[in-house]
């Protein structure tokens, strides 16, 4: 498809949602089967709009992505509506800025897609259809609000991955909190209210933070250039690394103390977000309490908002920082999450809440990849995010469904349920042993090269070594909690709350393997596990120039850490004859 085409379907995938979720809140609560089938026709059309895109852009970056990557120094978005040419900029503005005795500025609806953002739009299009045929029955209640609500999020999560205006992500990073706190502060469990609070709370203090960090490191970059005001991510990063290849000490020192701060205030509301360890506290209630679509979308996409946050601004714009204080602080911060979230995760009776934790586990990880700073680490946690978005939002849909029959998430309430429920038991061991990382399905070749990048971490204050041992603990930890839990709920003697041990309640309701409608939440879900895990190549070629990029930042982060001394350059230049090499 032609380019122009490309940047209208685009805008079509972000704007569909909000169309469609004005359309189901205005029908009225009554027209429930008219709203639900609209949603899902909605949803359906911008997952084929999204698999159209998806498919032509990616086909653009993997040709000669070997030769992209050496002729980019900043981020390239392409399919930008509103671009002139092919300059990789949009004319669109939001909001002009007069400046006082220079060109005006302006924030701008600045759209498009790179190889660190296209897997993740393609995973939040995908998760919405189990998501909204998940809801099919077990919401009965306000359903037309629940439907819009579930759309506006879906619109505000793909904002964030397409915004490369620094204040329209922040923008749509902070949209994703109203309709999350709708959906579990009335849709949720018993303790929905305290749950809706806490997340709200704990993501809108952490965010406010990282906005004071967006706008300190804008206005910084502004006065010390002395050039035109800009909000584009990928303008910033050019200015920031034009900034840091000036030779003068004081120059240098005062960019290190700029990039401390604006590290640690854009950290804060990612790593909220994220959660990483000790910032963790809200996420075992919110899924708990949210309704089963809530919790695979907050697994499955929102968690990701913290990671790609990290890796979309925190890694390229603060390099120096992110080397200096990153890797110790937050790569220690992300040991701790992986094996204090297994071991929650074991100690859970609680289904739901054990993938809760097991979330923590899993998103330190992909944390871990990203600090390792090298293009190995970074493309597996890029490769995880989206791993853990199919796996846990599995995990979570299947949990869903198993509640809807038995009315109880208790592992001491089940035994033997394979034997009752083959087909939903075959997709249970399935996504868990995606999980866990077995060869041929989508978490190994993510978990080998997130464990290969820590190996090979560069730093002055930890030891990638005892970081990859550690990583790799975890992954065994993954396995036992998982494990577990199928050996008590799935297989010994049939034991069935509610039941006569023969698939009956005792209300005389039977009950039956996955649904039809099921199968359509479930199988699109297994298949893109076990495409990925089977032919990875695609993912990683298409990511490959812009992972390369934030590398190649942070490469140049550790050569300003340790400059070579006049005389062992030239030494280095010698051979044993005073030939030079």
Known sequence: MQMEELRILLLCILGLPVVAAAVVAALGSRNLPAIRWISLGAVILNLVLTGIVVANIAEHFQKAPEAKSASVATFEPICVPGDPGDTHKTRWDLLRIQVSGGKPAAIQFYLGLDGLNIWLVALTSLLMLPSVLVSWHSIRERGNEFYAWLLVLQAAMTGVFLAFDIILFYVFFELTLVPLFFLIGIWGGPARREAARKFFLFTLAGSLITLLGMIGLVITI???????????????????????????????????????????????????????????????????????????????????????????????????????????????????????????????????????????????????GLFSLNAAG?????????????????????????????????????????????????????????????????????????????????????????????????????????????????????????????????TGVAIGDLTPRELAAMVPLGLACLLIGICPQPMLLTAKRDVDIVARISAAAWDRAHPIAPETARNDTVDEDGKSR
């Open 222 to 368: 502004y006065q010390r250039t002395q050039q035109e005001l800009t909000f584009s991510i990928p303008e910033l990063v050019s200015k920031m690394q034009a900034q840091l290849a000036i030779k003068d000490p004081d120059t240098v020192a005062f960019w290190r103390h700029v990039q401390i701060v604006v590290f640690l205030a854009l950290s804060v509301g990612f790593a909220v977000k994220v959660p990483l360890f000790p910032l963790h506290t809200w996420l075992p209630l919110a899924h708990v309490e949210a309704p089963t679509a809530g919790s695979v979308l907050l697994a499955g996409v929102l968690l990701k908002l913290g990671t790609y946050g990290f890796l979309r601004l925190c890694l390229p714009l603060t390099p120096d920082a992110a080397l200096s204080i990153g890797v110790p602080l937050i790569g220690t911060l992300s040991i701790i999450g992986i094996v204090y979230g297994a071991l929650c995760a074991y100690a859970q009776d609680d289904i739901k809440k054990m993938v809760a934790y097991s979330s923590v586990s899993h998103l330190g990880f992909c944390m871990l």
């Open 378 to 506: 970074i493309g597996g946690s890029l490769m995880q995010m989206v791993n853990h978005g199919l796996s846990t939002g599995g995990l979570f849909l299947l949990v869903g469904v198993l509640y809807e029959r038995y009315h109880t998430r208790m592992m001491k309430d089940y035994g033997g349920l394979a034997a009752r429920l083959k087909v939903l038991s075959l997709f249970m061991v399935m996504i868990c042993l995606s999980s866990v990382g077995l060869p041929f399905l989508n978490g190994f070749v993510g978990e080998m090269l997130v464990l290969g990048g820590t190996y090979d971490l560069k730093s002055d204050d930890v030891n990638g070594v005892v970081f990859g041992v550690a990583g790799a603990a975890g992954i065994v930890l993954g396995a036992w909690y998982l494990f577990t839990m199928l050996q008590k709920v799935f297989f010994g003697q049939v034991k069935e709350p509610g039941a006569d041990g023969h698939g009956v309640m005792q």
